[in-house]
């Protein structure tokens, strides 16, 4: 199996989120895709990546295989991609091969891990608040939470506002993503809802924003957050975070 | 016996001197009023008369509640310092409990008062929670720590071929540790399936160093020359301290929200 990917910085970006939610993945190759499924230790939050074969500059892949690596291993690698640089994975013998190809080569061979757990199920859920908005104000909505306290509260009335406030002891910050101010492109309410989250989860895929100039925002009262990001125009990269209930 | 004293229907001036009384004997205080509450603190709020319930313990703590509901509407779980005065503008008793870290103040203006009861209770039971050994799998993936050392978390129930390890960490030094939790006294029987999954595990991983370790309140003699012999260890765990780690709420875990799953 082969697979060569033009942009190995994104592909880091998003291992980098990754490692911060889990320290052991694996991506499962399909004739069609690449995907992958993980659940944090605590069980409450999920990260899912899809990358269609489009994506792909060279895509090889005859019969399904999966590749079980260490996060952090992988990010070592991958942080030191240029701009413009590409991605070449490959298996071989049980080893799973990372080549960084730009100015010259750099190879990573590493064995392929078993991670033996059991396929996640593809999550099925009904939010009532859709927003599709910027990512750099949600990047900033939630450092600026990050610094009075640690939960982030998600909140919509109307469909003119996406409300994201940080809550501390004694203090509030509030970012309002409306589009007046052009973040919020499109905002959809089903019924107003409200839900509090843990900054420590959500700041883990802050990095994304990176990646994606817009993001997928879903959320219910007491439900979990949703969060989608569109990679490279085809691959999408999905966060849901359960919320914190008192 | 419980000391019991019972007042009905007391005027204001009667009830402010019975829970004066009874606030300097540190007794616990059951009192049935029409009353407000005001509360600042973190946040600040009102609530309206009505008829209810506030309960005043031994040690401080004050609870406030409504007539329907399980929980408090109100509630304080220490003060430094609950007072009572009658307010002859309003005609009211003014009760307030001021906690001091973090500052909050309980302020409860009673304008009749049905009933105030005086107990002293003596209560020495021993509360047992029992928990099952899927909850003491999960109280120690939330807080590691809690075996002793600078765990980190990596996995639960990881599926080893002869079967489950019940907690798969990391130690400080990054080497990897196998954990195997018994409720009971641990014996031989779980020393062997510690060492099938660490066997099991050295299988497939380049790591050399993989510790193994059982987790249970006690372990059999037998059990313990094994684990020597072995060279895994032990770690004594407390069964009735960890119950305290347990949430009442049942914190959720994601797949909970899902549907179908």
Known sequence: MKAILPEARAFASIIEALSRVVDEASMKFTPEKVVLRALDPAKVSMFIMELPSILFEEYDVEEEVKIGFNTAVLLKLLKRSKRDDKLEIALEEGYAKFSIIGAYSKLYKILNIETAEEELPEPRI???????????????????AETIGDVVEFSAETEDELIIKGKGETSETETRISKESGALISLEVKEPSKSTYAIEHIKNIVSLTKVADTVEVSFSTRMPLKLAFTILGEGKVTYFLAPKVE | MANIVVHEKPDLDRAREAIRNALSRRKNIYILANCSVDYFGRSSSHLDFGERLIIIKSDGAVLIHRP????????????????VDYDSEEGMLVLKALRTKPRELVTVKLSDVFLIVEAELRDPGAFYMHISEKEIRDILAANPKLLGENFTTIDIEKKVEPGFIDLYLKDEKGNVVVIEIKRLTARVDAVRQLKKYIDSLKNYMRTEKIRGIIAAPSITKKAYELLLKEKLEFKQINIEALAKHVSKEGKKSLFDYFKGV
Do not use: C, F, M
Not at chain 1, 126 to 144: F, G, W
Not at chain 2, 71 to 83: A, D, M, R
């Open chain 1, 126 to 144: 009904e939010l009532n608040v859709n927003a599709i908005i910027h990512s750099e104000p949600l990047k900033h909505a939630i450092k600026d």
């Open chain 2, 68 to 83: 329907t509901g399980h929980s408090p509407v109100n509630w304080q779980p220490e003060t430094s310092y609950i007072g």
